[in-house]
């Protein structure tokens, strides 16, 4: 009992750990599925999925394809190819784009693999897809700016310009009115002035100085600032100059190209508005990210990174990643193969890797790795990512070991939804049964039943249940192949943390062996009391018969003397006729006449002989009984098997003598047999008894039939062979003769427990075989071998 309500709470510890699980998976932004391999269908997509797609957890489930019928046709192929690889198994790392709902196109990453059980099979893929439109977006945003920028530096004129050292303008483009509305004429009419009262306060200072320093220490004037334009607007300049000439006046002067890059500042604003997005998205995932350049530096490392490792403030700021992998290698469990498999990808630039890794405090961690590459193919670096599923391998452990417990249990477990739709069954239930998984997933219970309980019964069952209460009981069922069988079972209902029903729980124990055993003890406890009391007759009928036995014996021996001396009586009156008066010779003839003296003499002789044969076969079905009726030890002993059967033919004479005769056809020469006797004589006396009623069914009073016992040598068997002439056993009923409690004689004529109870003898207690040939209306023939050497056969069971 303890036992069982151990299970109970491991199972209701599992299904704690799955309800956790799924309002986890409520909480985060990412989608996770799952999928039943060998079912090829979705069993769950977790709430996030209608989000990123806009359409509803159950009909992506009920579709099985989740991404394939959103995935935009240019990508679909790929989507169909990857759905295969899941489907048969195998890791997938995909990016598409889908169709929302709203009509949107949206970008979704999708990694999946498969989920291997600790014998190595692999029943189960497991996935996350997340949302990368924004990241997508950002990165197109960045590679179009970049481009842009490009075609502008590459085809825009820059205005050309030349002044002295007073910042009087010398030579302005023609196009500089393109840029900030004035004409190089307007600018020409300003002269220094231009500059000084356009230029943005905020970049006058920092223009005049390096204006400054281009003309009196020759450096390179290279600044960008604002400057206000005709229409009132900020432009911002690019501004490149050199000091190139002194005229003769002693004047210097500076060429200069400039350009309009108030687009590309634009553009910049809204790179590190995006950038300063996108980091906060990193650093707010539950991953720790590193990203690494080809040259060993860091270019991106989250907080995450930092608190899965607890990297010290001192190394967080280090770019160089070396100093920060020696500190991490110090926190490895196993150190030389964390190194190998960096060292391997970074000499492999291109390729993936996932693997988990295991730190020295417990930890456990999923490490993904894969590089950095642009779709030009040009490689930036290399980013690893950590994820912590300690947590998560605690719970596979325990629903695993839980699992195994369940499956190895020689009990038969199932679980079914509050409808009573079956959930879950184990390993012993499809032993027991011969139903599979999928054969009975979805299914009710009742695909079980057998008819033999009323519908009464089975109301009470899931009244009981469904008020919350445990019912124990004992039910009927019928498996897959139509056999019957009786079990125990305990059905309990699951409840989650509002203690709300959600499922039921059935612990159930095939006992229809118990019942059987339980049967043929009650039969053998009958078969005891009748024998001890058979025995106890034989006992007490021998004393008065051996006393009948030996008073006709003195009988037979006096009757001879008295025969003779009355012969000589009747010769001697012959002789003395003459002697004796004639009244007394009359007188003897009528008493000799009324005495019937000749009969008396004739037929005594014979009387006495039927008497002691009589009195004989007493003697012998008295011994019979004593030697059927003895009880068996606790070993088995050697049998002469002609000797039992003969013994078992004549207890059993009253039920055949009527209606048949009984031939014994024994091989003299069969070695004696190692068996328990008493058992092997209730069998014989069964299939003997079975066969005179078969013979009499047919004969119905009009003759007799005939029962043939034979014994044979069949190689390590001694066979015994009971044939009889009686009606054969009917097609319909030949597969289902040796079931416990299967009989086709009325009610209160048979126990159903005879052949039951011969193939329980012959077969498991004495690894035999029993087997019968029949034929309707002709007779049947049942034969028994049993082993000579029981050890022997015991090893090769």
């Not at 307007?186 to 943005?200: M, N, P, R, V, W």
């Not at 206000?228 to 210097?252: F, L, M, N, P, Y």
């Not at 998984?437 to 079980?448: Q, S, T, Y």
């Amino acid at each position: 009992m303890g036992q069982m309500l151990n299970m109970e709470a491991r199972l209701l510890a599992m299904y704690n750990v799955e309800e956790c699980l799924r309002e986890i998976s409520k909480t985060v932004d990412h989608v996770f599925f799952l999928v039943d391999l060998p079912a090829s269908k979705y069993v769950y997509v977790s709430p996030a999925y209608e989000q990123l797609t806009g359409r509803s957890c159950r009909e992506a489930c009920s579709k099985n394809s989740l991404w394939v019928e959103l995935v935009i046709p240019e990508e679909r192929a790929k989507a169909e190819s990857d759905l295969r690889d899941l489907l048969a198994g195998r890791e997938i790392r995909s990016t598409y784009r889908i169709h929302h709902a709203d009509g949107s196109l949206r970008w979704i990453k999708i990694n999946a693999n498969p989920i291997v059980t600790s014998e190595g099979a692999i029943r189960m893929s497991a996935g996350v897809a997340e949302d990368v439109t924004n990241c997508q977006e950002l990165q197109r945003n960045i590679l179009r700016e970049t481009e842009r920028l490009r075609r502008i530096l590459t085809n825009m004129p820059d205005i050309s310009w030349t002044c002295d050292q007073n910042g009087r303008p010398v030579y302005v483009s023609p196009n500089i009115e393109e840029i900030i509305g004035y004409s190089n004429q307007e600018i020409y009419a300003d002269g220094d002035a231009f500059l000084c009262e356009s230029i943005h306060p905020d970049d006058l200072v920092r223009v005049r100085r390096a204006f400054k320093a281009l003309f009196e220490s020759q450096a390179t004037f290279d600044e960008e600032f604002r400057v206000r334009s005709k229409s009132g607007q900020w432009v911002w300049i690019h501004d490149r100059a050199i000091r190139t000439h002194e005229e003769e006046d002693g004047t210097v002067y500076a060429d200069g190209m400039l350009c309009d890059i108030t687009r590309r500042k634009q553009a910049e604003i809204d790179l590190q508005s995006k950038t300063a997005l996108l980091e906060a998205q990193i650093n707010s995932t539950i991953d720790g990210i590193l990203v690494i350049d080809t040259k060993g530096q860091t270019l991106l490392q989250n907080e995450r990174l930092n608190e899965i490792f607890e990297i010290p403030p001192a190394l967080r700021e280090i770019s160089d990643d070396r100093e920060r992998l020696e500190y991490a290698v110090r926190l490895i469990k196993d150190p030389e193969s964390f190194l190998a498999k960096i060292e391997y990808l970074y000499s492999h630039p291109i390729e993936t890797s996932r693997d988990e890794i295991e730190l020295i405090n417990g930890k456990i961690l999923d490490r993904y790795s894969s590089p950095v590459i642009d779709k030009e193919g040009k490689h930036y670096g290399r980013i690893w990512t950590f994820h912590d599923i300690t947590e998560r391998k605690r719970n596979e452990d325990a629903v695993r070991q839980l699992s195994q417990a369940v499956e190895q249990s020689p009990v038969s477990v199932v679980i079914t939804d509050r409808s009573g739709q079956i959930k879950y069954v184990n390993r012993k239930f499809t032993e027991c049964t011969g139903y599979t998984l999928e054969e009975v997933f979805d299914e009710n219970p009742r695909i079980l039943n057998s008819g033999y309980l009323s519908r009464e019964f089975y109301a009470e069952l899931w009244r009981t249940i469904k008020e919350g209460g445990e019912w124990r009981g004992r039910l009927r069922n019928k498996k897959k192949n139509g056999d019957l069988y009786w079990e125990d079972a305990t059905i309990t209902p699951i409840l989650d943390h509002n203690k709300r029903i959600t499922h039921f729980l059935a612990i159930k124990e095939d006992v229809t062996e118990r019942i059987e055993i339980e049967a043929q003890l009650r039969q053998a406890q009958k078969l005891e009391a009748i024998g001890q009391l058979a025995a106890g007759i034989a006992h007490e009928i021998n004393t008065p018969t051996q006393f009948i036995t030996d008073n006709l014996q003195f009988i037979r021996e006096s009757w001879a003397t008295v025969s003779e001396l009355l012969e000589k009586y009747r010769s001697s009156i012959k002789e003395w006729e003459s002697v004796i008066s004639p009244s007394t010779i009359s007188s003897l003839a009528e008493v000799e006449t009324l005495a019937d003296l000749e009969f008396i003499a004739t037929e005594m002789p014979r009387a006495i002989e039927q008497g002691i044969d009589g009195t004989r076969r007493v003697a012998s079905i008295v011994r019979a009984m004593k030697e059927f009726s003895h009880p068996d030890s606790a070993d088995k002993v050697q049998v002469d098997l002609n000797k039992a059967i003969e013994s078992t033919v004549t207890v059993a004479r009253n039920e055949w003598k009527y209606v048949a005769d009984v031939v014994t056809e024994f091989d003299r020469e069969l070695p004696l047999v190692v068996c328990y006797p008493g058992e092997i004589n209730q069998v014989i006396l069964n299939l003997i008894i079975n066969a005179s009623h078969a013979i009499k069914d047919k004969v119905n009073g009009t003759g007799k039939g005939k029962v043939t016992i034979r014994t044979a040598m069949r190689g390590e068997f001694a066979e015994i062979a009971i044939s009889d002439t009686g009606t054969g056993i009917p097609d319909g009923i030949r597969t289902r003769i040796f079931e416990p409690f299967f009989t086709t004689k009325p009610v209160g004529k048979g126990t159903g427990q005879g052949l039951a109870l011969a193939h329980s003898v012959i077969v498991k207690k004495h690894l035999g075989k029993i087997w019968f040939e029949t034929q309707v209306g002709a007779g049947t023939t049942f034969f028994i071998n049993l082993p000579f050497n029981f050890e022997r056969a015991q090893e090769g069971k």
